[in-house]
């Protein structure tokens, strides 16, 4: 008997909203290498995050893969600039490094509404 499906955090949206509001995250995470959010949206795109840049570092280990991971990417996040970007600059930085490539600091609350803020960063 399979398991019962959890619902993770959906963000005020269905679930074809919270995938393209996460890969909006980790395109702007790629492209400023560090981005200020709420803390629950920074937990929530931290595992998504570590393994779009993990298929980055393998496509750099593993020439032979690198097209079809490439494609992969590109699929999720829509845009080939920061795919690029990812697969030429940062995955080759992290060729040594096994996982944890974020790191979440907390700000503190936001003026308007109290909510708890966050910036998650490449490190």
Same mark, same amino acid.
């Given at each position: 008997? @399979?398991?019962? @499906?959890?619902?993770?955090?959906?963000? =005020?949206?269905?679930? #074809?909203?919270?995938?393209?509001?996460?890969? $909006?995250?980790?395109?702007?995470?790629?492209?400023?290498?560090?981005?200020?959010?709420?803390?629950? *949206?920074?937990?929530?795109?931290?595992?998504? #995050? +570590?393994?779009?840049?993990? *298929? #980055?570092?393998?496509?750099?280990? /593993?020439?032979?893969?690198?097209?079809?991971?490439?494609?992969?990417?590109?699929?999720?996040? &829509?845009?080939? +600039?920061?795919?690029? *970007?990812?697969?030429?600059?940062? &995955? @080759?930085?992290?060729? /040594?490094? $096994? &996982?944890?490539?974020?790191?979440?600091? *907390?700000? =503190? @609350?936001?003026?308007?509404? $109290? #909510?708890?803020?966050?910036?998650?960063?490449?490190?």
């Amino acid at each position: 008997m @399979p398991a019962t @499906p959890r619902r993770a955090r959906r963000f =005020g949206g269905d679930a #074809a909203h919270q995938r393209l509001m996460m890969a $909006n995250l980790v395109a702007s995470l790629v492209a400023a290498e560090g981005i200020v959010t709420t803390e629950a *949206k920074a937990k929530a795109l931290r595992p998504i #995050a +570590e393994k779009v840049i993990t *298929k #980055a570092k393998k496509a750099h280990l /593993d020439p032979d893969t690198r097209l079809h991971r490439h494609r992969q990417v590109v699929s999720y996040l &829509g845009d080939k +600039e920061i795919a690029a *970007k990812l697969f030429d600059e940062i &995955g @080759p930085r992290y060729a /040594d490094r $096994n &996982g944890g490539y974020t790191r979440i600091l *907390k700000l =503190g @609350p936001r003026h308007g509404d $109290n #909510a708890p803020m966050a910036r998650i960063e490449l490190v």
